[in-house]
Nanobody, 123 residues
């Protein structure tokens, strides 16, 4: 399975962006797809995930501002990010896992990763 993340950019505080994670060589229906982010000098942290059964989970840092969704026909998972803040600045990565739901926030549960897309929120 290969993942391609896209949609990052430079935006101002309060703006919105939608990230895309497209899979080839496999079906998202069989996996949980997660978004993580990594700011300079920090560890990669969990942002949100979309489970194979349709469940979703978010870190409290983005709950109410970010929405994760899946288009199975396009084999793509989206991360809609609203009301962006400077602290959202990071490289965003998507990954896939078949781990149990209790493990979906753990980076080492994910088997495949996309290349990352930079999100910069600055005035």
């Amino acid at each position: 399975v290969q993942l391609q993340a896209s949609g990052g950019g430079l935006v101002q505080p309060g703006d919105s962006l939608t990230l895309s994670c497209k899979a080839s060589g496999g079906l998202f229906r069989s996996y949980t797809v997660g978004w993580f982010r990594q700011a300079p000098g920090n560890e990669r942290q969990f942002v949100a995930c979309f489970g194979w059964s349709g469940n979703t989970k978010y870190t409290n840092l983005v709950k109410g501002r970010f929405t994760i969704s899946r288009d199975s026909a396009k084999n793509t998972v989206y991360l809609q990010m609203n009301n962006l803040k400077p602290e959202d600045t990071a490289v965003y990565y998507c990954g896939i896992t078949q781990t149990v739901w209790s493990g979906v926030t753990q980076e080492n549960s994910y088997r495949y990763w996309g290349q990352g897309t930079q999100v910069t929120v600055s005035s």
